[in-house]
C-alpha cells in the first residue's frame, strides 16, 4: 500500500515536472507517470526520496528519467527533497 505521503509528494511533484520540461524542451509533455525508487521511513537528511518519472510528450514518444540530461534531474531531485522535507516539517 501506498503511504498517504508518497501519493502527496507525487501530487505535488507532477506538475512541476511537467512545466520544467515545457520551459526547457521545444517538444512539450502532456502527462507523466511518477513512481518512486526508493521512499524513506525514517529520514536522516542524506536520504531523501528519489522518484522515477516518465513524461509523454506531445510528439506521442516517452522520455524517462535515465533519458534527461543531468541539469533535468538534478533540478527534479532537489526540488523532490525540498517538498519532503516541507511536507515532513523539516524546513
Known amino acids: 500500500m501506498i503511504d498517504l505521503t508518497e501519493k502527496q509528494l507525487a501530487k505535488a511533484i507532477r506538475p512541476m515536472l511537467i ?3 515545457n520551459a526547457n524542451n521545444e517538444e512539450k509533455c ?3 507517470n511518477i513512481s518512486f525508487a526508493y521512499f ?3 529520514y ?3 536520504n531523501p526520496p528519489k522518484i522515477r518519472y516518465k513524461l509523454w510528450l506531445s510528439s506521442g514518444r516517452f522520455q524517462d528519467r ?5 541539469p533535468f534531474v538534478e533540478m527534479i531531485d532537489c526540488i523532490t527533497t525540498s517538498l519532503y522535507e516541507r511536507m515532513m516539517g523539516l524546513d
Open 44 to 46: 536522516d537528511g542524506g
Open 66 to 70: 535515465l533519458s534527461c540530461d543531468k
Open 30 to 32: 502532456y502527462d507523466v
Open 19 to 21: 512545466r520544467g520540461w
Open 40 to 42: 524513506p521511513k525514517e
